[in-house]
């Protein structure tokens, strides 16, 4: 079993910044993929960013350039800094871990076997 939490999240103008972060605890050495997905009021989960266990890194298209997705496997800590935000990056923000035994990590929210509470995140026009 793996434990996710999430942090960081709050208020910030369109422009700024924010960093959220997920602490993991528990089998953490058996998942390959760590994700970041959000969900917006009335709309689907989607996929932010994801990072595999070697370091290698995929973006949604609408946040590459601004976001970035980091991991401190010392910490067991996933970070996902977030720059030039803008109001349409509003949703809370969940943490994700997948097991992938496949060896590839996607952004697809099935693949995931563990998921952190949440974490909002709102940007103001």
């Known amino acids: 079993q793996v434990h996710l939490v999430e942090s960081g999240g709050g208020s910030v103008q369109a422009g700024g910044s924010l960093r959220v972060s997920c602490a993991a605890s528990g089998y953490t050495s058996s998942t390959r993929c760590m994700a970041w997905f959000r969900q917006a009021p009335g709309k689907e989960r989607e996929g932010v960013a994801v990072?595999?266990?070697?370091?290698?890194?995929t973006y949604r298209a609408s946040v590459k350039g601004r976001f970035t997705i980091s991991r401190d496997n010392a910490k067991n800590t996933l970070y996902l800094q977030m720059n030039s935000l803008k109001p349409e990056d509003t949703a809370m923000y969940y943490c994700a871990a997948a097991v992938a035994p496949w060896g590839y990590c996607y952004l697809r929210d099935y693949d995931y076997n563990y998921w952190g509470q949440g974490t909002q995140v709102t940007v103001s026009s």
């Open positions: 990072i595999d266990s070697g370091g290698s890194t």
